[in-house]
């Protein structure tokens, strides 16, 4: 009954033959070969443009780099209060941009609302020297609250940033699941909705460690190569993290992984609901969040289960918080199996 | 014939056998898993210390890191000219330590002489608030000619760093060659030498991506959680990156791997002297640099053979460079079997 | 009519006076002289203290490298989230502090209450390795909303800071004119009250570019005299900065002016409170803040009265915000006069 | 006998009285006034170009801002090895520009040659992601050692630089030295013969502290006010800076002072030559370096004399170097008198 993260899981089956597969023979390090070849081939395909794409082993490093190189060091990067980047990544955005500034925006169920982020563009204080600009708009996919934003929300979204100038980049730790969930192509919920640069999650969808960088605009990436390795995610046998990447895209195994995950997500809530649990915030990705009792959550864990506690903030009004209410996150993975998640919510409704 | 680089061999096949057993179950991220207890206490036991050791995947992000811990901002790093460092990290220890400056100090054989290090720290250029401190002395081991510090040596030039407030970082991405060679406990060759805090590689030596940031004194490392996870290299799946390091570290996988690449560099560097081409610098650890004529060079690499060419700087008074000459570098790896080396030496000599 | 900053003014003319009269013979340069060594004196006798100080130009620079000081780059600085720090140094503080963050507590009349700072510090969020590190309590003097902090709060506000570990600065632009009004010494209000370091303004108070980083534990500030060199703050002909801290800090001016700031500061609130226009704040500075109907702003400026129209963040619950409301600030200083006041008052009560 | 650098004299006498008479009134701060449009004005003028200026107060702001505009942070500064930028600014360029890197090249006289700077950058190291991206070519006019660079010689590096999209800087401290001698305009001097950027002194030839940052293409500038700001280099009190290089630039008083230093240069090194104490390097700006006894250089410091011992560093080949040699600098300024020059040589040939 590990709900902890998605990240608890280990590597899904395929990437690890994969991984196998491709020790045999001398390489040349550093990216040139072929395994980075497809990979970044598989990728180009997958959103259906001539992208250029930089692949490292952190999600953090995914987006700390793809943020630095849209932001001179005064700039602003605009994002949900709760983003990952502001309060999970202990100032890696900021080293990396040289001390950028990361404003954080407040949001119903973990998102932006186009009328937020307008607001906060059109305030008076932006003009002058003694004041940071504005030059990135970063969108969670999935958020922190496991909601996800929809085609034409990104694309409200990114409208309004163009036109002030910012350059929008998605957290896309968990993109494969709000696709599968929306069923939609990856291109629709990305570049074709105004999406910049793109960080591009395989680990949490079953690599061991892949995450990649995704220029839309191959002009944009000027400087990329060094500003990665300087960073020191360039790395020497890079076919290994290459051939992750390529497995991830084979035979839609990231959208496979993504839908079983969705699902157990999905029979989780269903089955709280049914025992008295509802969700606090919609669950469109692999993540349920909801209001238990300290008594409950302590069981829980003496049973086995595996499970954060999270800051109760930014709470739906409709959340019926009690004195005694522990907001507590479950992630589902490749690896959660409907066993679990009942025996799971057969502890927890049996209180 | 593949003598580009050692990092052009896969993973070594226990590590990789090591890999795939530690896919199962769900595992606590970020380091909090028995994999990570296990690869620590390994490096402390081969150590011989109570050390505090940090995982990462890259060599660059090994040295920054480490190097970043012990210099101020203003600080300056004392290196061979020739180091990696230097030469190859695209100014990633500038970034990580905040535009920190690298001196690099001359020295024969890819090495800095005891008399260079204290000439260089007694200059009277350094005490004003106009100049930066001299905080850090790295030391490249094996170095980049493939040449070794031997402990005594080690042990001198580490007196003296300490006498002028220096730290002892030692870039051990080839320090298992090096031990090996000497077949010295590795102890010997660094703490009880003067070493505060090691580079130590394990992915030249048959990991996938595995390098430990090693602080032979625990208290010297505060904070350093911290710093690696905002450099984006804190793994979440970390039990794979702990594992590659508790298997090459098991039944001395990294000094068996370290003499067969040692054994294969001499066979290489005693044929070829017996053809006549006697390597430029001693050939202490797993390179050989050899001046070719460029008709050799291209008909190796024509029929397959690969290498890469250097620059022929610092090339010692003694090395027999004509119009023609190539100074070319040849690493051997576990991988590199003797049938490679004679085919290429056969090549070689055939000219 | 010049109500737009304490900057517009010139230079008092003591101080102007002597600058001219340090203009003669040859000086060594970068503060080794005697003007820096009356400076400094000046300091230490004014806090009561021996201290440790350090001459800039600007109070951007004077805040920034003194936060830096306190702070590793994963640290944050906990502050008013309307401090100058946070919304008008274009980053300065992350630039010097690579990359630290800026954490914006909320507060009535610009202040930090101690119960909030409270709060904040024991969020569970701060352990792990993903968040970064409160390091930094830092507090304007006066505040933005013209407030001041009075001893017994700052003691209160420094004992939470220092439990957790944090160290407090002071920014005391204004720092002249909150003794003026508290008649309270410097050290009582300054390190007796547990500020650690001071960001001390002179240029406010009639000099023309004259701060000071004055640390109360003088082994705090090792390496500090490099720190103010590479960020290009170590004046040249250094006397010339020390000699306006000097007569600043001589027979009482810095007072002197505070308190003639503070009196025109009162004269034009109580006016205007007569006038029906009460101040949002209470106006314990030099600074008066006051919501006037835009026609009257219109007509104010379309008579010559310079002053900044600000956003109404944070404006309190009493105060009487109309459809047509502009909130103001009017800054006094040495140079303001009665008559210039009563214009003012004068235009603005005929509405 | 003050000849310890140009800075020790204090501020030209039509610099004070412009900074006296600036003070009346109350003006905008940050640069909305009119002495720093009028500043900006003259500095157009002298260069016969529309340019973009900021002032700042310190050299090393100068050169560090300006050079951070043209660089990656993974960039390389090429300059001589012995540029101040180099060794004399604790790493300011290295902190304003993210960890860049600069490349010390040697070279006679303290220039670069043509020949020098195209085998740097031809060298075939510059190309792969590993290493930094050569980006700026500095030069110093004048010179560490007091020569100068002719415009052909600085349009022949322009164009080795520019070719290889490098842009270049001059750091100007003495510019007007250099200029003053050639008797060449400073069109000519700068951006017709390809300066892309001007670090612009005024402080060493009489100003209080004031420094210009000149940017011949007005494009290349977007962005700087942020930079500058976030530097802590905008001055509140702004127009105080801008009169002095208004006074600076007018009726000639920039080349007047440096005609009257370098004349006292000449005057200097020619008696010690008379008395067989030749200068090093030849006198081309306001510097003379020269070997002296040990014995001499007590018996001047005893009678008073100011100046500083260097480094032997770099010395040609032809200089005459005995076991009790040491090499001096003297600086002569706007205050420097016939005088004094005559009294130190009297000392020093008595020998």
């Known amino acids: 009954m590990n709900f902890a993260s998605d990240n608890t899981a280990g590597v899904a089956p395929d990437i690890m033959t994969a991984l196998a597969k491709a020790n045999e023979g001398f390489v040349l390090g550093y990216g040139n070969d072929a395994w980075t070849r497809r990979a970044e081939q598989r990728i180009a395909e997958v959103f259906n443009r001539d992208v250029a794409s930089f692949l490292v082993t952190t999600g953090t490093a995914c987006n700390s780099l793809a943020i630095a190189n849209f932001t001179p060091p005064w700039g602003a990067v605009l994002c949900h209060e709760n983003a990952h980047i502001v309060t999970d990544e202990c100032g890696a955005p900021e080293f990396f941009g040289n001390g950028i500034k ?13 009328g937020v982020l ?10 002058a020297p003694h004041h940071v600009v504005p ?69 949490k969808g079953g690599a061991m460690a892949a995450e990649a960088i995704v220029f839309f605009d191959k002009e944009r990436a000027a400087g990329f190569d060094r500003r990665r390795k300087r960073g020191g995610h360039l790395l020497s046998k890079h076919r290994f993290v290459a051939v992750q990447m390529e497995a991830y895209l084979t035979d839609d195994l990231w959208l496979r992984v993504a839908r079983h995950a969705n699902a157990m997500a999905d029979r989780l809530s269903d089955k709280l609901s049914a025992a008295g649990i509802a969700p606090v915030w919609p669950v469109e990705a692999n993540e349920v969040f909801a209001l238990i009792s300290r008594a409950t959550c302590d069981i829980l864990k003496a049973k086995g289960a595996a ?3 999270r800051l109760p903030d930014n709470l739906p009004a409709s959340a019926a918080v009690k004195p005694d209410s522990v907001l507590v996150r479950m992630v589902t993975s490749f690896a959660t199996t409907t066993a679990e998640v009942d025996a799971f919510v057969a502890i927890a409704s049996a209180r």
Do not use: C
Request: net charge negative; glycine share 10%; charged share 20%.
């Open 102 to 114: 990361l404003v954080g925006l407040p949001g119903d169920n973990g998102k932006i609302a186009a």
């Open 118 to 127: 307008k607001a906060a563009l059109e305030k008076p204080q932006w003009g």
């Open 135 to 203: 030059s990135v708009l970063s969108l969670s996919q999935a958020s922190e609250a496991g909601t996800i934003y929809r085609p034409a929300e990104i694309r409200e979204l990114a409208v309004i940033a163009h036109a002030h100038g910012l350059a929008v980049n998605m957290d896309g730790a968990r993109l494969a699941n709000a696709l599968a969930r929306m069923n939609a192509p990856a291109d629709e919920a990305t570049w074709k909705a105004g999406v910049d640069v793109l960080s591009f999650g395989a680990t």
């Open 307 to 309: 499970f954060y506690e």
